[in-house]
Every structure is written in C-alpha cells, then in structure tokens.
C-alpha cells in the first residue's frame, strides 16, 4: 500500500493537452467507423494492438482485427451511426485510458439481402504515446448490454 501511495504522489498526471489529444483520437476512431473506411480504423491502433470483444478470446495485431471485423464472406458492413461518449479519461505519462459507452447502427448486407443491427455497450480503450508524440490505442475491450 506504501509503494502505490508513493507511485501516486510521484506520478506525472495526465495533461490537459494529452487528455484533448485522447479525445481526438476517440473522434478519429467513431470518424473512420462512420467513413467505413478500414484503414483508417487500423491507423489508429499500434501494430501490437489487442481488442477483447466480449465472450470471444483477444485479438491481438492489425491482420487478426481486419479479419474479426469485416470477415470475408462475402458481405459487406456499413455503419450508419455511431457514438462514443467518454466518461473518465486519465492517465500517466505516456499511458492513457478512456471508459464510457457507446451505441451504433450498421447495415449488413450479404447476397442482395439487407439486415439492420443496432448495438449499445460498455468500453474501455488504452493508449500509449509513441516517439513523436501522437496517441495510439493499444487495447479496447467491450461489454454489450441487452437491448
């Protein structure tokens, strides 16, 4: 308990600065959903990223989320809305957390046939500042809730 007092008062807090770039990152990351646009969405990840969706085992690396998230079956996802709404950001150094929760609609479409889906949950998203200084999530994990 010392040792977690101690870090604690020596710990450099998140800045305000850092917190905003959190923020824009967040933005980015709905932005790119919204764009459906995949590249844009892996950007946004550090190549050693690991997402934990729920009930499934993680996924660590761009290759593995590209193919968790848009499978090639044949169909084709399109995401009509989307929000992220952050509740808590904090942080040290050049570590950073942001919990809130989110809701979005999407399209499927396989076959010529059209299915609409909505989802709402529970996130938790991790980043690490890189070398020149940009904001990068390393790790987002979610809890979908019942409709």
Same mark, same amino acid.
């Given at each position: 308990?010392?040792?977690?007092?101690?870090?604690?008062l020596?710990?450099?807090?998140?800045?305000?600065?850092?917190?905003?770039?959190?923020?824009?990152?967040d933005?980015?990351?709905?932005?790119?959903w919204?764009?459906?646009?995949?590249?844009?969405?892996?950007?946004? =990840?550090?190549?050693?990223?690991?997402?934990?969706?729920?009930?499934?085992?993680?996924?660590?690396?761009?290759?593995?989320m590209?193919? =968790?998230?848009?499978?090639?079956?044949?169909?084709?996802?399109?995401?009509?809305? =989307?929000?992220?709404?952050?509740?808590?950001?904090?942080?040290?150094?050049?570590?950073?957390?942001?919990?809130?929760?989110y809701?979005?609609?999407?399209?499927?479409?396989?076959?010529?046939?059209?299915?609409? =889906?909505?989802?709402?949950?529970?996130?938790?998203?991790?980043?690490?500042?890189?070398?020149?200084?940009?904001?990068?999530?390393?790790?987002?994990?979610?809890?979908?809730?019942?409709?």
């Amino acid at each position: 308990m010392v040792a977690w007092i101690s870090w604690m008062l020596t710990a450099v807090v998140l800045s305000q600065s850092d917190a905003a770039a959190i923020r824009r990152v967040d933005s980015a990351y709905v932005d790119a959903w919204l764009s459906n646009d995949r590249a844009a969405v892996l950007r946004l =990840f550090a190549p050693d990223a690991v997402i934990v969706p729920q009930n499934r085992q993680p996924i660590a690396g761009h290759k593995d989320m590209s193919t =968790f998230w848009w499978p090639e079956d044949g169909g084709k996802t399109t995401i009509t809305s =989307f929000k992220n709404e952050i509740l808590e950001i904090g942080g040290s150094g050049d570590l950073a957390f942001s919990r809130g929760t989110y809701a979005f609609t999407f399209d499927y479409e396989i076959k010529g046939e059209v299915k609409k =889906f909505s989802n709402r949950g529970n996130y938790l998203m991790l980043f690490r500042q890189e070398k020149g200084g940009e904001w990068r999530i390393t790790h987002r994990m979610w809890s979908d809730l019942k409709p």
